[in-house]
């Protein structure tokens, strides 16, 4: 990466953060020359502007975030933001009570998929605490 911003390397303290260091760093090694682009307008955007903000908490933004995403169908997203409530401060709890949400306000389909990928999500994280 040529340039880097002031922006970019607050996105990517940010993305680190909440993500965790493993994650992030297995993005950083798959960026090549066609996807720099993008890997540096989410760093700079979502996690630089958008995550870095000081508005709301980042235990909110996971609520907001993982309610999002299940509403739309991203399920690799949904696990991947699941993961990271270990870094946001989101409870399961938490998590459950923006799912119900998604079965009011984008439909039961959805956000039963998205209890799935949670509660599967959750058991992983269990058996990696427990192993």
Same mark, same amino acid.
């Given at each position: 990466m040529?340039?880097?911003?002031?922006? !970019?390397?607050?996105g990517?303290?940010?993305?680190?953060?909440?993500?965790?260091?493993?994650?992030?760093?297995?993005a950083?090694?798959?960026?090549?020359?066609?996807?720099?682009?993008?890997?540096?307008?989410?760093?700079?955007?979502?996690?630089?502007?958008?995550?870095?903000?000081d508005?709301?908490?980042k235990?909110?933004?996971?609520?907001?975030?993982?309610?999002? &995403?299940?509403? &739309?169908?991203h399920?690799?997203?949904?696990?991947?933001?699941?993961?990271?409530?270990?870094?946001?401060?989101?409870?399961?709890?938490?998590?459950?009570e923006?799912? &119900?949400?998604?079965?009011?306000?984008a439909?039961?389909?959805?956000?039963?998929?998205? !209890?799935?990928?949670?509660?599967?999500?959750?058991?992983?994280?269990?058996?990696?605490?427990?192993?």
């Amino acid at each position: 990466m040529a340039d880097v911003s002031d922006r !970019f390397k607050q996105g990517m303290a940010t993305r680190r953060k909440v993500l965790g260091e493993r994650y992030v760093d297995a993005a950083v090694a798959n960026t090549d020359a066609f996807t720099e682009d993008f890997q540096t307008l989410i760093t700079e955007s979502a996690w630089g502007t958008v995550w870095s903000g000081d508005r709301i908490s980042k235990r909110e933004r996971s609520m907001l975030t993982i309610a999002l &995403l299940a509403a &739309l169908g991203h399920h690799d997203e949904v696990a991947m933001h699941v993961r990271a409530t270990r870094n946001t401060g989101a409870s399961m709890d938490d998590i459950k009570e923006a799912l &119900l949400h998604v079965a009011i306000y984008a439909g039961v389909p959805a956000a039963n998929h998205a !209890f799935k990928i949670a509660k599967a999500v959750y058991a992983e994280m269990e058996n990696e605490k427990a192993g």
